[in-house]
């Protein structure tokens, strides 16, 4: 998402800007710089809003209504007929607090 952010959008975005810059009289320039300024800031604002949404739905698909988790011990004790459904438990993450910031126990990539 960086990637995507600091190269291909801000690139597009200058590229954009420098077309225009081109068309405008000196009163248009502040209007228009004003109205870039909102734009990419609802745009980023949306991204980090849907992001976070994206990331709280993830591990929503694992809350139980009940409270109860079974130790994945249990999961893969369990006899399963060729209909069951797998419950959707196998995935444990330890998040630790470090000074101001929170950071996965494992790297994400291992998990």
Do not use: C
């Amino acid at each position: 998402m960086r990637h995507i952010l600091n190269k291909e959008w801000k690139d597009r975005a200058v590229e954009i800007l420098r077309d225009e810059l081109e068309n405008l009289d000196r009163d248009q320039t502040q209007t228009f710089f004003d109205s870039v300024a909102t734009l990419m800031s609802n745009q980023a604002r949306d991204l980090a809003t849907n992001s976070i949404n994206e990331y709280v739905n993830f591990f929503r698909r694992f809350r139980k209504e009940d409270g109860k988790y079974p130790l994945p011990q249990e999961i893969i004790a369990r006899e399963y007929g060729p209909d069951d459904e797998f419950e959707k438990t196998f995935l444990t993450l330890k998040i630790e607090v470090k000074g101001t910031e929170i950071v996965f126990g494992k790297n994400v990539l291992e998990v």
